[in-house]
């Protein structure tokens, strides 16, 4: 059975624990901070711990794939267990794979992480539309089956991305706004909240030359270790804050182990996120 659309399920998330998302990127030097080994016993611990600790309480958990691949397949084991009990608890998980590739290539992406019943089914997952957004379709078409979501990277919040997504078109519009123009034609007419997201960082200041009013989520990393700041939301999003997913993955991990703190930490965040949205 498939599940209710992404959108209508994020959207009620939102509302209910606030917008923030936590990343679970279990990078070495995080690990050794945390007192434990950089191996499969410390990958698994870290990452029980931040599931543990905010699962039940934040909206969104994103898994950063990479760090859990580097292990190998008891790597991609941890995940699908941290995928599970995530969700198990509550949160809906966003898993940052961000997968792109020729759409035959990309329907077994999709089959991974968005087919129901698949061992890393996720609520949604990133994707670079970077092959061609229409390389994209057969997980649009998974995700849509499924009640399962998408991110699409549209204005990422490295300073590299400017040199593909600013390049303008013939038709005069640049990469990054046709990505948004796409997300949303997908997510049109879909209430309370389309399924199909845009990437698009908080570190980029004013993007009012934008139309972010996509009817889908804007996933916003880049604040805390990124430099970006939870009262930059405002400023940088405009009217379209209400839809934004503020994601902080370093600034809350950086206070663990104890799962105390890092509910502490997340919890600050999720104030600043909130006083910057209802001052928008
Ligand atoms: O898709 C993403 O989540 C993403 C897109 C982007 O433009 N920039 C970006 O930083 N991210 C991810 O967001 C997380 C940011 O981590 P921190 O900088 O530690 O908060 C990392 O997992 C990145 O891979």
């Not at 945390?34 to 711990?49: H, K, M, P, Q, V």
């Not at 909206?59 to 950063?64: D, E, G, I, N, T």
């Not at 949303?184 to 698009?200: D, H, I, K, R």
């Amino acid at each position: 059975m498939s599940l209710e659309p992404f959108g209508a399920r994020l959207r009620r998330a939102m509302d209910e624990r606030g917008p923030l998302c936590v990343g679970i990127d279990p990078h070495a030097s995080l690990l050794a901070d945390w007192g434990l080994n950089d191996d499969i016993a410390g990958l698994e611990r870290f990452s029980r711990t931040v599931v543990e600790a905010l699962a039940d309480r934040v909206a969104v958990l994103k898994p950063q794939s990479a760090f859990f691949e580097r292990f190998g397949s008891r790597g991609i084991a941890v995940l699908e267990k941290s995928v599970e009990e995530a969700r198990a608890a509550g949160a809906l998980v966003v898993m940052d794979a961000k997968r792109g590739d020729i759409g035959s290539t990309m329907a077994a992406y999709a089959e991974t992480f968005l087919r129901k019943d698949a061992p890393l089914f996720s609520d949604a997952l990133t994707v670079s539309p970077y092959l061609g957004y229409g390389s994209l379709k057969p997980a649009v078409e998974l995700a849509r089956e499924s009640g399962a979501g998408l991110f699409v990277l549209a204005l990422t919040s490295n300073p590299e991305g400017g040199e593909v997504q600013h390049a303008v078109r013939g038709d005069g519009r640049n990469v990054g706004a046709t990505m948004l123009a796409h997300l949303a034609a997908e997510n049109a007419g879909e209430t309370p909240l389309g399924s199909f997201g845009a990437v698009v960082g908080a570190t980029l200041g004013d993007l009012s030359s934008y139309d972010l009013d996509i009817n889908g989520p804007l996933l916003a990393p880049g604040i805390g270790a990124q430099g970006a700041t939870a009262a930059d939301l405002a400023g940088v999003f405009g009217a379209a804050v209400r839809n934004v997913v503020p994601n902080v993955s370093r600034g809350v991990l950086r206070h663990g182990p104890d799962v105390v703190a890092l509910r502490e930490s997340a919890e600050r965040f999720a104030e600043e996120i909130r006083a910057a949205v209802t001052a928008a």
